[in-house]
Protein backbone atom coordinates (compact mmCIF):
# COMPACT_ATOMS: atom_id res chain seq x y z
CA UNK A 1 0.00 0.00 0.00
CA UNK A 2 1.18 3.41 -0.70
CA UNK A 3 1.03 4.48 2.82
CA UNK A 4 3.21 5.04 5.74
CA UNK A 5 3.57 3.62 9.41
CA UNK A 6 0.36 5.45 11.18
CA UNK A 7 -1.21 7.24 8.12
CA UNK A 8 -4.41 4.45 8.56
CA UNK A 9 -6.68 4.43 10.84
CA UNK A 10 -6.03 0.58 11.83
CA UNK A 11 -4.75 -2.80 10.39
CA UNK A 12 -5.62 -6.07 11.25
CA UNK A 13 -2.92 -8.81 11.21
CA UNK A 14 -3.80 -12.28 10.74
CA UNK A 15 -0.71 -14.75 11.04
CA UNK A 16 -1.41 -18.65 9.36
CA UNK A 17 -0.68 -21.44 8.88
CA UNK A 18 -2.16 -24.23 6.90
CA UNK A 19 -5.39 -23.17 7.13
CA UNK A 20 -6.55 -23.56 3.54
CA UNK A 21 -10.37 -22.51 2.57
CA UNK A 22 -11.10 -21.40 6.05
CA UNK A 23 -8.50 -18.70 6.27
CA UNK A 24 -9.96 -17.56 2.90
CA UNK A 25 -13.68 -17.69 4.39
CA UNK A 26 -12.12 -15.42 7.61
CA UNK A 27 -10.46 -13.19 5.48
CA UNK A 28 -13.69 -12.38 3.76
CA UNK A 29 -15.42 -11.99 6.88
CA UNK A 30 -12.73 -9.08 8.28
CA UNK A 31 -13.09 -7.33 4.74
CA UNK A 32 -16.65 -6.89 4.92
CA UNK A 33 -15.68 -5.16 8.40
CA UNK A 34 -12.50 -2.90 6.55
CA UNK A 35 -13.82 0.94 6.65
CA UNK A 36 -11.76 3.25 3.62
CA UNK A 37 -9.14 4.08 6.33
CA UNK A 38 -8.24 0.37 7.30
CA UNK A 39 -6.44 -2.34 5.67
CA UNK A 40 -6.31 -6.53 6.51
CA UNK A 41 -2.83 -7.60 6.57
CA UNK A 42 -2.31 -11.53 6.26
CA UNK A 43 0.97 -13.30 6.99
CA UNK A 44 0.98 -16.66 5.76
CA UNK A 45 3.39 -19.50 6.67
CA UNK A 46 1.92 -22.19 4.77
CA UNK A 47 3.97 -24.74 2.82
CA UNK A 48 1.78 -23.51 0.00
CA UNK A 49 0.86 -20.17 -0.75
CA UNK A 50 -3.29 -19.32 -1.53
CA UNK A 51 -3.52 -18.64 -4.92
CA UNK A 52 -6.63 -17.35 -4.35
CA UNK A 53 -5.23 -14.46 -1.96
CA UNK A 54 -1.96 -14.08 -4.21
CA UNK A 55 -4.63 -12.72 -6.39
CA UNK A 56 -7.16 -11.28 -4.19
CA UNK A 57 -5.21 -7.69 -3.48
CA UNK A 58 -5.80 -6.97 -7.39
CA UNK A 59 -9.12 -6.25 -6.73
CA UNK A 60 -8.94 -6.22 -2.92
CA UNK A 61 -6.98 -3.18 -2.18
CA UNK A 62 -7.15 -3.08 1.59
CA UNK A 63 -5.53 -6.52 1.43
CA UNK A 64 -2.07 -7.07 1.60
CA UNK A 65 -1.13 -10.47 1.20
CA UNK A 66 2.77 -11.59 2.76
CA UNK A 67 3.93 -15.29 2.18
CA UNK A 68 7.24 -15.93 4.34
CA UNK A 69 9.55 -19.08 4.53
CA UNK A 70 9.82 -18.48 8.06
CA UNK A 71 7.58 -20.23 10.84
CA UNK A 72 6.48 -19.67 14.19
CA UNK A 73 3.66 -17.14 15.49
CA UNK A 74 5.94 -14.61 17.27
CA UNK A 75 7.65 -13.88 14.19
CA UNK A 76 4.44 -13.61 11.68
CA UNK A 77 2.95 -11.17 14.03
CA UNK A 78 6.11 -8.99 13.96
CA UNK A 79 6.07 -8.97 10.35
CA UNK A 80 2.71 -8.00 9.99
CA UNK A 81 3.46 -4.88 12.20
CA UNK A 82 6.17 -4.14 10.04
CA UNK A 83 3.98 -3.79 7.14
CA UNK A 84 1.03 -2.58 8.80
CA UNK A 85 -0.11 1.49 8.52
CA UNK A 86 -2.95 1.62 10.67
CA UNK A 87 -2.45 3.65 14.42
CA UNK A 88 -4.05 0.59 16.29
CA UNK A 89 -2.78 -2.92 15.03
CA UNK A 90 -5.66 -5.29 15.90
CA UNK A 91 -3.96 -8.89 16.08
CA UNK A 92 -6.74 -12.02 15.15
CA UNK A 93 -6.61 -15.85 14.51
CA UNK A 94 -7.28 -17.38 11.24
CA UNK A 95 -10.08 -19.28 12.90
CA UNK A 96 -12.54 -15.92 13.95
CA UNK A 97 -15.88 -14.34 13.03
CA UNK A 98 -16.01 -10.87 13.97
CA UNK A 99 -18.95 -9.32 15.51
CA UNK A 100 -20.28 -6.82 13.75
CA UNK A 101 -19.00 -3.75 15.55
CA UNK A 102 -15.63 -5.52 15.76
CA UNK A 103 -12.71 -3.07 14.58
CA UNK A 104 -14.68 -0.05 15.52
CA UNK A 105 -14.83 -1.01 19.51
CA UNK A 106 -11.30 -1.85 18.94
CA UNK A 107 -10.39 1.16 18.01
CA UNK A 108 -12.86 3.62 20.25
CA UNK A 109 -11.28 1.92 23.27
CA UNK A 110 -8.21 4.06 22.78
CA UNK A 111 -10.09 7.35 22.96
CA UNK A 112 -8.63 6.84 26.59
CA UNK A 113 -4.83 8.17 26.75
CA UNK A 114 -3.89 5.37 29.24
CA UNK A 115 -5.06 2.40 27.24
CA UNK A 116 -1.70 0.91 25.05
CA UNK A 117 -3.56 -2.19 24.14
CA UNK A 118 -7.65 -3.87 24.26
CA UNK A 119 -7.91 -7.17 25.14
CA UNK A 120 -11.35 -8.50 23.11
CA UNK A 121 -13.88 -11.09 24.07
CA UNK A 122 -14.09 -14.54 22.82
CA UNK A 123 -16.80 -16.22 22.14
CA UNK A 124 -16.66 -20.20 21.56
CA UNK A 125 -19.67 -21.70 20.86
CA UNK A 126 -21.64 -23.44 23.82
CA UNK A 127 -19.91 -22.00 26.38
CA UNK A 128 -21.67 -19.28 28.45
CA UNK A 129 -20.26 -15.80 29.58
CA UNK A 130 -18.04 -16.11 32.67
CA UNK A 131 -19.22 -14.46 35.69
CA UNK A 132 -16.09 -14.64 37.24
CA UNK A 133 -14.37 -11.12 37.78
CA UNK A 134 -10.67 -12.82 38.32
CA UNK A 135 -10.40 -13.37 34.14
CA UNK A 136 -7.72 -11.66 32.14
CA UNK A 137 -5.16 -11.80 35.35
CA UNK A 138 -1.48 -12.74 35.87
CA UNK A 139 -0.70 -13.62 39.56
CA UNK A 140 2.60 -11.76 40.70
CA UNK A 141 4.20 -14.40 42.73
CA UNK A 142 4.27 -17.72 40.40
CA UNK A 143 2.57 -15.88 37.21
CA UNK A 144 -0.58 -17.98 37.28
CA UNK A 145 -2.59 -16.90 34.52
CA UNK A 146 -6.62 -16.48 34.73
CA UNK A 147 -8.32 -16.29 30.95
CA UNK A 148 -11.87 -16.96 30.19
CA UNK A 149 -12.59 -13.81 28.15
CA UNK A 150 -15.47 -14.63 27.28
CA UNK A 151 -17.54 -11.45 29.72
CA UNK A 152 -19.74 -8.68 29.73
CA UNK A 153 -17.72 -7.01 32.20
CA UNK A 154 -15.31 -3.79 30.72
CA UNK A 155 -12.18 -3.41 33.19
CA UNK A 156 -8.94 -3.07 33.07
CA UNK A 157 -6.67 -6.76 33.12
CA UNK A 158 -3.02 -7.87 32.80
CA UNK A 159 -3.16 -9.94 29.30
CA UNK A 160 -5.00 -10.42 26.07
CA UNK A 161 -5.98 -13.57 24.57
CA UNK A 162 -3.89 -13.96 21.20
CA UNK A 163 -7.23 -14.86 19.18
CA UNK A 164 -8.24 -11.09 19.92
CA UNK A 165 -5.95 -7.98 20.84
CA UNK A 166 -5.29 -5.01 20.38
CA UNK A 167 -2.03 -2.61 20.35
CA UNK A 168 -1.23 1.29 19.67
CA UNK A 169 1.43 1.50 16.95
CA UNK A 170 2.91 4.07 19.89
CA UNK A 171 3.55 1.60 21.86
CA UNK A 172 4.97 -0.91 19.66
CA UNK A 173 7.33 1.83 18.62
CA UNK A 174 8.73 1.65 22.03
CA UNK A 175 10.48 -1.67 21.19
CA UNK A 176 7.65 -3.79 22.34
CA UNK A 177 7.63 -6.56 20.01
CA UNK A 178 6.33 -10.58 20.06
CA UNK A 179 9.58 -12.47 21.20
CA UNK A 180 10.26 -15.68 18.99
CA UNK A 181 11.63 -17.29 21.47
CA UNK A 182 8.59 -18.67 22.44
CA UNK A 183 8.16 -21.46 19.84
CA UNK A 184 6.36 -24.61 18.99
CA UNK A 185 2.57 -23.57 19.67
CA UNK A 186 3.99 -20.49 20.82
CA UNK A 187 1.71 -21.22 24.45
CA UNK A 188 2.31 -17.37 26.50
CA UNK A 189 3.99 -15.72 24.14
CA UNK A 190 0.90 -13.06 24.20
CA UNK A 191 0.65 -12.81 27.79
CA UNK A 192 4.78 -12.16 27.41
CA UNK A 193 3.63 -8.93 24.91
CA UNK A 194 0.76 -8.04 27.45
CA UNK A 195 3.82 -7.76 30.52
CA UNK A 196 6.31 -5.62 28.16
CA UNK A 197 3.23 -3.38 27.75
CA UNK A 198 2.48 -3.18 31.30
CA UNK A 199 6.17 -2.29 32.00
CA UNK A 200 5.82 0.54 29.85
CA UNK A 201 3.27 2.06 32.16
CA UNK A 202 0.05 1.64 29.93
CA UNK A 203 -2.74 -0.55 30.62
CA UNK A 204 -5.10 -2.82 28.69
CA UNK A 205 -8.64 -2.59 28.57
CA UNK A 206 -10.95 -5.50 28.01
CA UNK A 207 -13.63 -4.18 25.83
CA UNK A 208 -16.58 -6.77 25.47
CA UNK A 209 -17.75 -5.05 22.26
CA UNK A 210 -14.68 -6.05 20.81
CA UNK A 211 -15.72 -9.51 20.31
CA UNK A 212 -15.27 -12.38 17.77
CA UNK A 213 -16.11 -15.53 17.98
CA UNK A 214 -13.30 -18.22 17.99
CA UNK A 215 -14.05 -21.58 15.80
CA UNK A 216 -10.20 -23.26 17.31
CA UNK A 217 -9.91 -24.97 14.04
CA UNK A 218 -8.55 -28.67 14.88
CA UNK A 219 -5.26 -28.77 12.42
CA UNK A 220 -3.10 -26.32 11.26
CA UNK A 221 -2.17 -23.04 12.93
CA UNK A 222 -0.33 -23.57 16.32
CA UNK A 223 -2.18 -27.08 16.81
CA UNK A 224 0.58 -29.93 17.76
CA UNK A 225 -0.78 -33.65 17.15
CA UNK A 226 0.31 -35.37 20.71
CA UNK A 227 0.10 -33.93 24.07
CA UNK A 228 3.87 -34.62 24.80
CA UNK A 229 4.78 -32.03 22.28
CA UNK A 230 1.87 -29.62 23.91
CA UNK A 231 3.57 -30.26 27.57
CA UNK A 232 7.65 -29.89 26.49
CA UNK A 233 6.60 -25.81 24.83
CA UNK A 234 4.26 -25.43 28.04
CA UNK A 235 6.94 -26.17 30.44
CA UNK A 236 9.66 -24.41 27.88
CA UNK A 237 7.46 -21.15 27.60
CA UNK A 238 6.02 -20.86 31.14
CA UNK A 239 9.87 -21.29 32.03
CA UNK A 240 10.75 -18.36 29.59
CA UNK A 241 7.80 -16.30 30.71
CA UNK A 242 9.11 -16.50 34.36
CA UNK A 243 12.62 -15.96 34.04
CA UNK A 244 12.13 -12.56 31.37
CA UNK A 245 9.26 -11.42 33.87
CA UNK A 246 8.93 -13.36 37.30
CA UNK A 247 10.42 -12.13 40.89
CA UNK A 248 13.43 -14.27 41.58
CA UNK A 249 12.25 -14.65 45.17
CA UNK A 250 9.14 -16.78 44.59
CA UNK A 251 10.73 -19.03 41.97
CA UNK A 252 10.46 -22.16 43.95
CA UNK A 253 6.32 -21.72 44.12
CA UNK A 254 6.81 -20.91 40.85
CA UNK A 255 8.36 -24.53 39.81
CA UNK A 256 6.49 -26.35 42.43
CA UNK A 257 3.32 -24.48 40.61
CA UNK A 258 4.49 -26.22 37.36
CA UNK A 259 5.44 -29.60 38.11
CA UNK A 260 2.14 -30.47 40.29
CA UNK A 261 0.47 -28.82 36.30
CA UNK A 262 2.63 -31.22 34.78
CA UNK A 263 1.91 -34.42 37.09
CA UNK A 264 -2.07 -34.06 36.76
CA UNK A 265 -1.47 -34.17 33.42
CA UNK A 266 0.40 -37.03 33.28
CA UNK A 267 -1.51 -38.61 36.27
CA UNK A 268 -4.73 -38.20 34.01
CA UNK A 269 -3.57 -39.28 30.80
CA UNK A 270 -2.18 -42.32 32.94
CA UNK A 271 1.12 -41.83 30.71
CA UNK A 272 4.39 -40.88 32.84
CA UNK A 273 6.49 -39.81 30.23
CA UNK A 274 4.32 -37.12 29.91
CA UNK A 275 5.54 -35.53 32.77
CA UNK A 276 9.12 -36.36 31.55
CA UNK A 277 8.37 -34.24 28.37
CA UNK A 278 7.24 -31.58 30.40
CA UNK A 279 10.33 -31.32 32.85
CA UNK A 280 12.83 -31.59 29.51
CA UNK A 281 10.67 -28.07 28.57
CA UNK A 282 10.81 -25.90 31.88
CA UNK A 283 14.92 -27.18 31.27
CA UNK A 284 15.21 -26.13 27.56
CA UNK A 285 13.18 -22.75 28.33
CA UNK A 286 15.88 -22.22 31.13
CA UNK A 287 18.76 -22.58 28.34
CA UNK A 288 16.76 -20.44 26.11
CA UNK A 289 16.83 -17.75 28.16
CA UNK A 290 20.10 -18.00 29.61
CA UNK A 291 21.41 -18.19 25.87
CA UNK A 292 19.98 -15.47 24.48
CA UNK A 293 19.81 -13.06 27.64
CA UNK A 294 22.77 -11.04 26.46
CA UNK A 295 22.72 -11.68 22.80
CA UNK A 296 19.26 -10.40 21.92
CA UNK A 297 17.68 -6.87 22.79
CA UNK A 298 14.21 -6.12 23.15
CA UNK A 299 13.31 -9.25 24.73
CA UNK A 300 12.14 -7.69 28.30
CA UNK A 301 14.29 -7.18 31.56
CA UNK A 302 16.28 -9.68 32.91
CA UNK A 303 15.45 -11.79 36.40
CA UNK A 304 15.37 -8.89 39.24
Not at 3 to 27: C, D, F, Q, W
Not at 69 to 84: F, Y
Request: glycine share 8%.
Amino acid sequence: MLTGPGSLRASVVIPTYNRGELLIKTVGYFLEQLSENDELVVVDQSDTPSSVLLAMPATKRQLQYLHIEEKGLPNARNVGVEHSSGRIIIFCDDDTLPGNNFINAHVKAYDDPKVGAVAGRVIINGIPATSDSSFGTIRKADLRIISRFNSLERKFVDHFQGCNFSVSLQVLSQSVRSDKRFGGTAHLEECDLAVQITNKKYRILFEPEAALVHLVQAGGGCRVPDMGRWLYWYGHNYMLLYLKHGPRFFFPIFLLARLTKLAVSALCSRNPELLAKGVQGLIAGVQTYLVTRYSCSGYGRPWS
